[in-house]
């Protein structure tokens, strides 16, 4: 390990962040976070992530690492595993999963930023209660998702269901009540585990209800109406 901390660069309520900050707590990592505007991004970012994306990671190299999936699988190899499965299969599994949680968060993104109406909004909303249907048809936990141990699996879809709160004061469709009780009872679970709360502020909520306020969509309106 560097002499100095880790180092990430990324903003305090994105969920890519927050897999890459679960991993680094989970594994007793001393790092630095740097939060930046996404709105006003400084103009060293272009310097250390190609795309202007976070989260950006730095690990005492010549090089910073970019995409939050590479920063925390290599965080979790280089302190001897555990978050994955060390059977190839098992591990092209969880990545799968994974990858079907990113498409979650591009739902996600969707409502933030793009779902300008109820219409919209209300199909965004369906599309996220019909892949959780699915994914509780496969994400059969017995306890965790690989059993009786967090992984990285957990980490990513915490960052997912953490919106559902903030989404059920948009509609009279509630996520979280409609949840299956196996996927309620592992939120429940995983929601309260340490490394998940801390990756956040302790004003996540507020702070999420305020950001998605100064959008320009139907969820913005709505939660910028209830917040004023």
């Avoid at 795309?51 to 590479?70: I, K, N, Y």
């Avoid at 001897?80 to 591009?106: I, K, T, V």
């Avoid at 269901?161 to 679970?189: G, H, I, M």
Wanted: glycine fraction near 6%.
């Amino acid at each position: 390990m560097p002499l100095e901390p880790y180092k990430i660069v990324g903003h305090r309520l994105c969920p890519y962040v927050q897999r890459v900050v679960i991993v680094m707590i989970e594994k007793g990592i001393d790092f630095e976070r740097i939060d930046i505007d996404l709105d006003n991004k400084p103009a060293w970012l272009g310097d250390i992530s190609p795309g202007r994306q976070v989260p950006v990671f730095w690990a005492g190299r010549d090089e910073w690492l970019f995409e939050s999936g590479v920063i925390a699988r290599y965080l979790d190899q280089v302190t001897g595993g555990g978050l994955m499965p060390s059977d190839p299969w098992a591990r092209a599994c969880h990545e799968a999963w994974m990858a079907y949680a990113d498409g979650m968060l591009n739902i996600v993104a969707r409502i933030i930023y793009r779902d300008v109406d109820a219409s919209a909004f209300a199909i965004s909303l369906r599309e996220l209660e019909e892949r959780l249907r699915i994914l509780d048809d496969r994400f059969q936990p017995q306890k965790y998702f690989a059993g009786d141990a967090f992984g990285l699996v957990d980490a990513v879809f915490a960052t997912l269901f953490r919106y559902f709160s903030v989404f059920d004061r948009v509609s009279e469709t509630k996520l979280n009540d409609s949840l299956p009780q196996k996927l309620t009872e592992w939120w429940a679970l995983v929601g309260s585990h340490k490394s998940v709360k801390d990756a956040v502020p302790p004003t996540y909520e507020a702070e999420l209800i305020q950001f998605i306020a100064q959008k320009e969509s139907h969820a913005a309106r709505v939660l910028g109406t209830a917040s004023g």
